[in-house]
């Protein structure tokens, strides 16, 4: 089915099902273990695999002797560059999976020891003797920024009018240079992979949110045909992007076990999550703002340096700002510096989470300067229209092409919006009572203070398939290789197919994660729950089609609901059409160009108080709410969720998340949960989400959009400006540890 033309009505917009609290349906199955996960798939004769990482960040391996190792107890096989064969590279990838001679960075997977246990496997891995030749390596992104490069890929730089002359000729001008560092992805379920093969054909049950991409890069790596590997992924502890690509767990799993001759799994060590795998990479970021006294910002600018290895990727940390605020001089521009530290790239949100956490600090801190609520100045630069576009020729009578305001009248918003997202959310969180004043409210020795900030993320979609299935009984059965990464896509997707065949919800049966399942979009990008829900509708369209035709109905006429089929006054149980057997149908729907002619967009307004003590400097979040309009919400309890999480996340991100770069050595230190510090529910209070009532028939046939990312974007700087009206200790640098606030606290 193509997606070319807005959806008109359609039987989604019954929302019998759809739109509706439902609990997760295969929330039983976690809650009582019965929901297996990667590395709990247990076969007859299995092996353990345990990981060598490389002890060094750039250079080569002089020599490996792994002669101890093997006699070791119960080992099997290590496997090693050396003797696994001729290995590719995927596509999604940019270092080796397994490393040697050549060292690209710490950590790097050099080694596989395959044993009868995990204990012995481990006991083994730790007699393997490596000697490296290590050279000079670049771990800085302050002292390598400066040989940043326009990136080869990622968003390239803009330009609208002439910033430099704009920004110049601004009667208030704001200038600040702001630091988000590496972050982890540190989901609970670690990298985790069972392998097995049955002569040349190889199956493997992984923790991975991209089916079809991970099978894809996996054939590439391991020089088979792709038709010969079958990739399971039913059930994701987390993946955040980390879980996005295909990682050394898998390939090593893969090989391990055509070395051993037997099923081999392999999870990461937690060490390895930070450093074999992806992180968010940290940013510098510069961002100009001009205004005029009255508050209508005239000139815009915004430029992010990161870093990545050779061939990598740049954080795209300034494309929210091409969309999210009115001005007629605009620019940005993104830089990439190489680096010798371990792969960088998406982490939930990329680009937006880091960008908005310098962004709207800008945003307050110019507001402070105009003298404007920051409220009322973000609302006085919102704009109906994509701003980052060639102004068309003034039209004084239409008021989205007003001169000034620099956006192109012929490539309007599908829906924005933002400015209802911040009137409810002030009202509903009491902004009135705010003290625009920093430092003057206390409680005790707590200096108490709240903060704003937008959410924004572009809308994105990725074609997407599912199989449906009429059983004899009437039982509805999806198949798709979507993921369910603990977003809920189980429930959304039966509740869909639940909503388009009449049925109640527990007459679908979900199935999901196998590539022989039809391609769906994948779980990533905030795409996935409106792209997979969508292919469900398209598959569930032909079924339709089917069971009319079967049935004797006139397929423009037909309604289902009870479980019947009725046009006029004829009425038939639904499964009377597969009394002569199962019907099957198999759709993808494909999306067309309506995202270039209408631009899509979710917002948001993040509400933030927070309470920093006045001795110690220790900030303690008491409040938090996201308003958030995002399409249609397929179902609020598990998009709730989502924006929890994301809420939560951002707390991290603002306060205690930072990778720690051994600029010696080149690797992160704080390699695991004790050294990386994520928020417990200490850390976290009462949240509160909104979701503003809203469809957008130009996303998708389901009229609904992404929300788990949007929570997330904005959310450190409205924390960092609560942080700020508490103490009036304006902190640029993440995270806003005690040690930042304590030197510029107020007296006692």
């Known amino acids: 089915m193509k997606f070319d033309t807005p959806a008109a009505t359609n039987p989604i917009d019954q929302l019998k099902v759809v739109g509706q609290p439902h609990d997760r349906i295969e929330g039983p199955l976690k809650t009582t273990g019965t929901a297996l996960y990667a590395y709990e798939h247990n076969l007859p004769n299995q092996a353990y695999g345990y990981v060598v990482g490389a002890g060094i960040a750039k250079g080569r391996i002089r020599s490996m002797e792994t002669a101890e190792a093997k006699r070791a107890p119960g080992v099997i096989a290590i496997v090693t560059a050396e003797n696994a064969g001729k290995l590719g590279i995927g596509e999604k990838n940019t270092a080796k999976l397994l490393g040697g001679p050549e060292i690209q960075h710490y950590h790097q997977a050099i080694a596989l020891v395959v044993a009868e246990s995990f204990e012995q496997a481990r006991a083994a891995a730790n007699l393997v003797r490596v000697e490296y030749q290590s050279e000079k390596g670049r771990f800085s992104l302050n002292e390598e920024k400066g040989q940043g490069k326009k990136p080869e890929d990622g968003e390239p730089d803009s330009a609208v009018g002439d910033f430099q002359a704009g920004f110049e ?3 208030v001008k ?4 702001y630091h988000t560092p590496d972050h982890s992805h540190a989901m609970m379920e670690p990298h985790a992979s069972v392998a097995a093969w049955d002569g040349d054909k190889l199956m493997v049950w992984t923790s991975n949110q991209m089916i079809n991409w991970g099978a894809d890069d996996l054939a590439k790596t391991l020089n088979i045909n792709r ?17 996005l690509f295909l990682r050394s767990d898998i390939v090593l799993a893969a090989l391990g076990a055509k070395a051993a001759h037997r099923p081999v799994k392999v999870a990461l060590q937690r060490p390895l999550i930070a450093n074999n795998t992806t992180h968010r990479p940290a940013t510098v970021q510069r961002i100009r703002i001009g205004a005029s006294q009255d508050g209508k910002i005239s000139a815009i600018g915004h430029e992010s340096w990161s870093g990545d290895l050779e061939g ?4 795209n940390a300034v494309q929210q700002t091409r969309f999210l605020y009115a001005g007629a001089d605009r620019m940005t521009q993104t830089r990439l ?3 010798d530290l371990p792969e960088g790239n998406a982490m939930r949100a990329p680009g937006e989470a880091p960008g908005l956490m310098a962004l ?12 404007i609520d920051p409220i009322e100045f973000r609302i006085l630069n919102d704009t109906q229209v994509v701003p980052d576009k060639p102004s068309a020729p003034a039209d004084e009578t239409d008021p989205q092409a007003k001169a000034g305001e620099g956006g192109n009248k012929d490539l309007p918003f599908s829906q924005r919006q933002l400015t209802e997202c911040f009137r409810q959310g002030a009202e509903r969180f009491g902004w009135n009572k705010r003290n625009p004043q920093p430092a003057q409210v206390r409680d005790g020795r707590w200096l108490v203070g709240i903060g704003v900030a937008a959410a924004f993320r572009n809308n994105q979609t990725m074609d997407s398939g599912a199989r449906v299935r009429l059983a004899t009984d009437g039982v509805v059965t999806v198949e798709t290789d979507m993921t369910d990464i603990g977003t809920g896509s189980y429930t959304i997707i039966a509740q869909t197919a639940a909503e388009m065949m009449g049925v109640p919800l527990e007459m679908v049966e979900v199935r999901l994660g196998d590539s022989t399942y039809p391609v769906s979009s994948g779980s990533g990008g905030q795409w996935g729950g409106n792209s997979s829900t969508a292919g469900v509708y398209a598959a569930c369209v032909k079924l339709r089609e089917a069971v009319a035709q079967k049935l004797g109905f006139n397929a423009d006429d037909i309604e289902f609901a009870d479980s019947k089929v009725r046009a006029g006054n004829r009425s038939l149980p639904l499964k009377d059409a597969a009394k002569d057997g199962e019907i099957v149908a198999e759709d993808t729907l494909e999306f067309g160009d309506l995202d270039k002619k209408i631009h899509q967009s979710t917002f948001g307004a993040h509400f933030v108080e927070v309470g920093v003590d006045s001795f110690t400097g220790e900030t303690r979040i008491r409040r938090m709410m996201a308003v958030c309009a995002a399409g249609r919400i397929l179902n609020p309890k598990t998009a709730r969720s989502q924006v929890i999480g994301a809420l939560t996340m951002g707390a991290g991100a603002a306060l205690m998340e930072e990778l720690a770069i051994d600029e010696r050595h080149g690797f992160f230190a704080n390699h695991d949960l004790a050294g990386y510090e994520v928020p417990v529910h200490a850390d976290i209070p009462h949240q509160e989400v909104v979701f503003l009532d809203e469809t957008d028939p130009t996303s998708s046939p389901m009229k609904a959009k992404g929300v788990g990312e949007l929570g997330i974007c904005g959310v450190g700087a409205a924390v960092a400006n609560a942080i700020y009206n508490a103490t009036g200790v304006r902190v640029r640098e993440y995270p806003i540890t005690l040690d930042k606030l304590l030197p510029e606290m107020p007296d006692v």
């Open 174 to 177: 704001f200038d600040a240079i």
């Open 337 to 339: 510096a190489v680096l």
């Open 169 to 171: 000729r601004a009667a």
């Open 312 to 315: 990598g990727q740049p954080e």
């Open 227 to 243: 038709d010969s590997i079958r990739l399971m992924s039913p059930f994701v502890g987390g993946g955040f992007g980390g879980k």
């Open 360 to 371: 709207e600090i800008a945003m307050d801190e110019m507001a402070e300067r105009l003298e």
